[in-house]
């Protein structure tokens, strides 16, 4: 097969990527997630018990108190944007692309992705932990919001730059094409050509939802199915905990068995862990043992989920003749945004259907039924389907012989 733009590839032998390379590239997502985990989790409280905006208007932490709130939401709709579709995209897009053009060799791209994950969930650890405490701290009113913030924003900022300097592209276009661009029409030809980066993007988009539905509905399920909002901390907390520690020890599983393999048997670990709540919820021992299970599958499939969409760069370019890193990166980083709107929309269609009332002391056993729903039935069918979907991916199997094959052209 015709290869229009083969690399100039390092030896994979002599690839391996210092500790130091590992932890500067990890830091980028440790400033992404700082940046999404406060959005995610505080934002809309800030909004509404803070900024004055209404919560009708769902869509940053220093919003003019001067403003009517007319000018407030389109102080919001301009300040969101801007930080989540401009900014976050245009950092997160090229380090997503990063891992690709750091190595071509499919053990180091997941020790990679290990590193990013981990730095990722302290990223939330840090924002989770550190938010209210700092807010009371500078006293707790819509300043002390800016002020936690710019903090947060400052060290984000430090630890880019962290990655800035400590990782270095080895992977890059032969001489004669490093003046060649491949046009947005081919490009995107290319790109629905690559039947494993259609397989990975599905799977992220059924990841994502999952996060997002099971997340959001976490504080719902700790109040009203466990009796007190407060467990909503330590749940989190033991397993982000879990995630972590069992990502230190997934690398070796990669290694020998592949990334498709681990990802589809930390999916499976998932579904276990929201068996056990469905088994458990009278019991804070099952409970928690079931947040440690659940950290673990997710160790299983945020380890390997990036590293998979950089492996598919190899098939396309193979398949196609074009090489397409920030393409692959920019729509894989858009099906992640989908499934995130897709579970917060779903959430809030499944607790509406349900009758959940906010303001209610007790709810009613469909609201009670909507909150398991989207606790724990969603996310086990949800998972099922990006098992299904894994199964189909050979890549694994036939990457280095098409590395091979691109080398030699």
């Known amino acids: 097969m015709k290869c229009e733009s083969s690399m100039e590839k390092i030896n994979i032998q002599s690839s391996r ?13 440790l400033g ?35 403003l009517g709130s007319t000018a407030k939401l389109v102080y919001v709709f301009i300040t969101y944007n801007l930080v989540s579709t401009v900014i976050y995209t245009a950092i997160n897009v090229p380090y997503a692309t990063l ?9 180091e791209r997941g020790v990679l992705s290990i590193f990013r994950m981990i730095l990722a969930t302290c990223g939330s650890l840090i924002i989770n932990g550190l938010t209210l405490p700092l807010v009371e701290y500078f006293g707790n009113n819509a300043s002390a919001w800016t002020k936690t ?27 004669k094409e490093k003046n ?11 790109l629905f ?45 033991t397993s982000n905990i879990a995630q972590i520690i069992t990502m230190f020890m997934v690398a070796p599983f990669i290694k020998k068995f592949g990334k498709r393999n681990v990802l589809i048997a930390g999916s499976v670990i998932l579904i276990l862990s929201n ?32 590293a998979i969409v950089s492996d598919t760069i190899e098939y396309g370019e193979w398949k196609t003749g074009y090489r397409t890193e920030g393409l692959i990166n920019s729509a894989s980083s858009f099906g992640f945004k989908v499934g995130n709107g897709l579970g917060s929309a779903i959430l809030g269609a499944v607790l509406s259907i349900g ?41 694994d199997k036939e990457y280095e012989t098409i590395l091979s094959e691109l080398r030699n052209k």
């Open 355 to 395: 009758g959940y009332v906010g303001s209610a002391a007790v709810q009613s056993d469909s609201a009670i039924m909507a909150i398991n729903v989207c606790f724990i039935y969603l996310p086990i069918a949800i998972t099922a389907l990006q098992i299904i979907i894994m199964s189909f991916y050979k890549l």
């Open 180 to 190: 060649e661009t491949v046009p947005f029409k081919v490009g995107i030809k290319a």
């Open 17 to 29: 990527i210092s500790i130091g390379e590992r932890f500067a590239y990890g830091c980028g997502d």
């Open 99 to 107: 891992n690709s053009l750091i190595t071509q060799d499919q053990y």
């Open 32 to 66: 992404c997630n700082i940046i999404y985990s406060a959005m995610s989790a505080f934002l809309l409280f800030y909004y509404t018990n803070y900024a004055g905006v209404s919560a009708a208007a769902v869509l940053l932490f220093s919003v003019p108190p001067g």
């Open 193 to 237: 050509k690559n039947k494993y980066w259609l397989q990975i993007t599905l799977c992220l988009v059924c990841i994502f939802i999952v996060f997002s539905i099971n997340g959001g509905s976490s504080v719902y399920y700790a109040k009203f199915i466990l009796g007190d909002e407060k467990l909503f901390a330590p749940i989190n907390m």
């Open 275 to 306: 068996v056990m709540f469905i088994m458990g919820a009278q019991s804070y021992f099952i409970v928690i043992a079931a947040s440690i299970i659940k950290g673990i599958g997710n160790a299983g499939t945020g380890a390997t989920m990036f």
């Open 149 to 175: 913030f710019l903090v947060f924003g400052v060290a984000s900022i430090i630890v880019f730059l962290i990655t800035f300097a400590g990782t270095k592209e080895r992977v890059v276009p032969s001489k």
